[in-house]
Nanobody, 127 residues
Framework: QVQLVESGGGLVQAGGSLRLSCTAS????????VGWFRQAPGKEREFVAT????????DYADAVKGRLTISRIHGENRVNLQMNNLKPEDTAVYYC????????????????????WGQGTQVTVSS
């Protein structure tokens, strides 16, 4: 059974940091493009970050560039999202997603491109 589980969410003050993790079971993340998305109340789910199979190629939404970093934890079937200098507008449920890829350098930014999704973890940033 394929499962993606997000962890690391919580309540933090503006300017603070959190590290989210996406841990997979039932599939080897090394063969999948991984993305992070977020959904704030009343808004569409939006792209945050993505990382290629190799880990050498990444892409970020403009709103988070320079503050969030996506990385692979090889050998642990896990992808992290380090979130620094958090802002109240970062408040949302954060989801990780995975999509199988033959290419080691592909990244994906569209929700529709991902086959597997986690249940999400809440991130709340207070002002």
């Amino acid at each position: 059974q394929v499962q993606l589980v997000e962890s690391g969410g919580g309540l933090v003050q503006a300017g603070g940091s959190l590290r989210l993790s996406c841990t997979a079971s039932g599939l080897p993340l090394s063969e999948y493009v991984v993305g992070w998305f977020r959904q704030a109340p009343g808004k569409e789910r939006e792209f945050v970050a993505t990382i290629s199979r190799s880990g050498y190629k990444t892409d970020y939404a403009d709103a988070v560039k320079g503050r969030l970093t996506i990385s692979r934890i090889h050998g642990e079937n896990r992808v992290n999202l380090q979130m620094n200098n958090l802002k109240p507008e970062d408040t949302a449920v954060y989801y990780c997603a995975a999509d199988f890829s033959l290419s080691v350098s592909t990244v994906r930014v569209q929700r529709s491109q991902y086959d597997y999704w986690g249940q999400g973890t809440q991130v709340t940033v207070s002002s």
